[in-house]
């Protein structure tokens, strides 16, 4: 059993993880389920600590596209009242497509639950994803046209990005390169496919989050609730940094440093899982 300072240090080294991680399409889930291995506990954080320090991350995306947020937020709720306004068109319109997008995640997420939080998270399926999604990343970057604003985005188009966002359920596969590769593929800006995913994680991360941490409040895992509080803390600040670095770098820069990381890190775990360095259940 772990010490109490020990599960501090834990959950702020986990924190750390997941605030670097998320935003980059890298997979998040997938770093903390394998520097878990690698902590003095030798142990998966598990699903449930990883979807509540996902607030914390998703906390900093609301922060940083608040005033889009709130603009959209009020179309939205206006275009169900006399106070509709013709200007509030693609507000209201961005709006639905958020909700639309979210329905693939929110359904499989209930559906395959239990598979989420065990079969899913095997290491030699994290380290295949790795190495495949880094792939589709490369590929979609690279001839993908690069052209569509996010003013172009057609509700077709919002329910592939939907199920792009669901194929994230499965450590490895990222939420940000799934939906950024849909993205690409479809003719979008890099920029704007990253926004997009940002917007499109909020209701589905938070949503996941709370209610990981209303199962949790009477009996928590391994990590107890303060120091999982302070990895959400960690994962908030450093989050919303990475945001900021993010967004310019993919204005003006190509994925491939991503996907050649992704293919070295895929790499690096089977070899770790092949020589019983690490279990991968």
Do not use: C
Not at 179 to 203: C, D, K, N, V
Not at 206 to 232: C, D, H, K, M, V
């Amino acid at each position: 059993m772990i010490s109490s300072s020990g599960q501090w240090l834990e959950a702020a080294i986990l924190g750390l993880v997941q605030g670097i991680t998320e935003f980059l399409p890298v997979s998040s889930s997938a770093h903390l389920r394998i520097v878990g291995e690698f902590l003095p506990s030798g142990q998966d954080p598990g699903a449930a600590f990883t979807a509540i320090t996902q607030i914390g991350t998703e906390a900093a995306v609301v922060l940083y596209f608040w005033n889009d947020i709130w603009r959209i937020a009020m179309a939205w709720l206006r275009s169900f009242t006399k106070a509709k306004r013709p200007e509030d068109a693609e507000d209201v319109r961005m709006g639905w497509l958020v909700i639309l997008g979210t329905l693939p995640i929110a359904i499989l997420g209930l559906l395959f639950k239990d598979a989420i939080e065990t079969t899913l998270r095997n290491l030699y399926l994290t380290a295949t994803m790795l190495i495949g999604f880094a792939i589709v990343l490369g590929l979609a970057d690279k001839f993908g046209a690069r052209k569509r604003p996010l003013t172009e985005l057609t509700w077709k188009h919002g329910i592939i990005y939907g199920f792009a966002q669901a194929m994230a359920l499965i450590p490895g596969v990222s939420r940000s390169g799934g939906t950024i590769s849909a993205g690409l593929m479809m003719g979008y800006t890099r920029e704007a496919a990253a926004r997009y995913s940002f917007l499109l994680a909020i209701p589905a991360v938070l949503a996941s989050g709370f209610y990981q941490l209303a199962q949790s409040w009477n009996e928590w895992g391994r990590i107890g609730p303060g120091p999982t509080a302070l990895a959400t803390a960690i994962a908030f600040i450093v989050g919303y940094a990475v945001i900021m670095v993010f967004l310019k770098i993919v204005s003006t820069r190509s994925y491939f440093p991503f996907v050649v990381y992704r293919i070295f890190a895929g790499g690096a775990l089977l070899i770790l899982l092949y020589t019983g360095v690490i279990p991968a259940q």
